[in-house]
């Protein structure tokens, strides 16, 4: 005889009704084997949910208790944890799961998420001013981590599918100083009596392309002055591993970022002038990171200068050589040729724009770069051979005769 409820209606298979009137409908779920329970106070409520449940397990998709309680933090860190990856990388990603993700859309369920969230949440991004980029590394975390739920049956779609679209600020052009800008700058530092100890360093920057990173990884090991190359095989990277703030040897992400990079005579002289100084200011060498010493360009206590300190050192050049320069156009009344913001990335672009300007092989550009994709490298190309063309074209109203 079948179970009635309070109000005499026939319950179902695994339906009944609790003392306090709560419905209760017990199932096992096929996938898992679990026993799972859900409730409602309503009974045709209740049986709407047993018919979703029993789509769900036609689908094959996970219908148990701890499944619907998976967050997306949660499930972001069962993604991060199947993936093999850098350590830098990892960090990276963690960063930028708790600065952007976690404390906006990753406490919901997942089984809760639906593509309007994540359409929503890049919306939000972009007003308060996030570029493309930014948005399209947070877009590449919860997409794989939802695919891993839509793979594991926990949902049927991926809600992050086709949400990126082109929200975010357009990513700013790379600026690469001029060769009049690179001129004015190395000559005031040369002169400078507070900043020339760092020509040197901002010749091999200009000269060789290096990252950031690369340049600050730098051991003398590394530099053959007789066969006049540098050889690039890592970076130093300052990041917390989860023992605090500290330098870390990184290895290149790609192949292409290993490299025997040949010297110019430029870069051959500043080299040796960096040598010099080095010695002259009898700064210890000692220092060791994961094995390596003897770094080239260091503070004043021998640790490696950190990314910061090499970014603020261009900020206080180009500070400095705009307050004399626009003190000096004042005196001769006429318009401040001011340096615009630089940064260790501006060189390394200003670097490549000089080896593209000299007509060198795309290829061998490419190789010096440590580019891993040539469409990298012509993008520089291309950019200044449109520039070419245009100012050549310019020149050709020079030839036109106005009556």
Known sequence: MARKDN?????????????????????????????????DADLAALREKERQIAREMDDGIVTDRAAKKLTVNA???????????????????????????????????????????????YSRLTKDGYSHSTIKLIHNLLYPSFEMAVDDDIIRKNPAKDALGDNGEPAKEKMALTPSQQNRLLSFVERSSVYNVYLPMLQIMIGTGCRCGELIGLTWADVDMEKKEVSISCQLIYKNYGDGYKFHVSTPKTDAG?????????????????????FLQRIPRNVEIEGRTD?????????????????????????????????QA???????????????????????????????????????????????????????????????????????QVV
């Not at 009137?21 to 084997?33: A, K, S, V």
């Not at 944890?81 to 919901?108: F, P, Q």
Request: net charge positive.
């Open 258 to 278: 290993i490299r025997k990079i040949p010297m110019s005579e430029t870069v051959y002289k500043a080299f040796a002038a960096q040598k010099r100084q080095n």
């Open 330 to 400: 004042k005196k001769e009344k006429r318009e401040a040729e001011c340096m615009p913001s630089i940064s260790a990335h501006t060189l390394r672009h200003t670097g490549c724009t000089r080896m593209a300007e000299q007509g060198l092989d795309m290829k061998v550009v490419q190789y010096i770069m440590g580019h891993a994709n040539i469409g990298v490298t012509m993008e520089v190309y291309n950019h200044i051979t449109e520039r070419a063309r245009i100012e050549n074209e310019i020149a050709k109203m020079d030839a036109v």
């Open 7 to 39: 109000r005499g209606r026939n319950l179902k298979v695994g339906e009944s009704q609790r003392k306090d009137g709560l419905y209760m409908y017990r199932y096992t779920d096929e996938r898992t084997g679990k026993r799972v329970a859900i409730y």
């Open 295 to 327: 770094f080239i360009f260091m503070s004043k206590n021998g640790r490696p200068l950190m990314p910061s300190a090499v970014n603020n050192v261009l900020y206080n050049i180009v500070a400095a050589y705009n307050k004399q320069e626009t003190e």
């Open 75 to 121: 499930l972001f860190e069962r993604y991060i944890e199947s993936k093999k990856l850098a350590d830098s990388t990892r960090s990276n990603y963690i960063a930028t799961w708790n600065n952007r993700v976690r404390d906006e859309i990753g406490g919901m369920k997942v089984v809760q998420v639906r593509p309007s969230h994540i359409r929503l949440f």
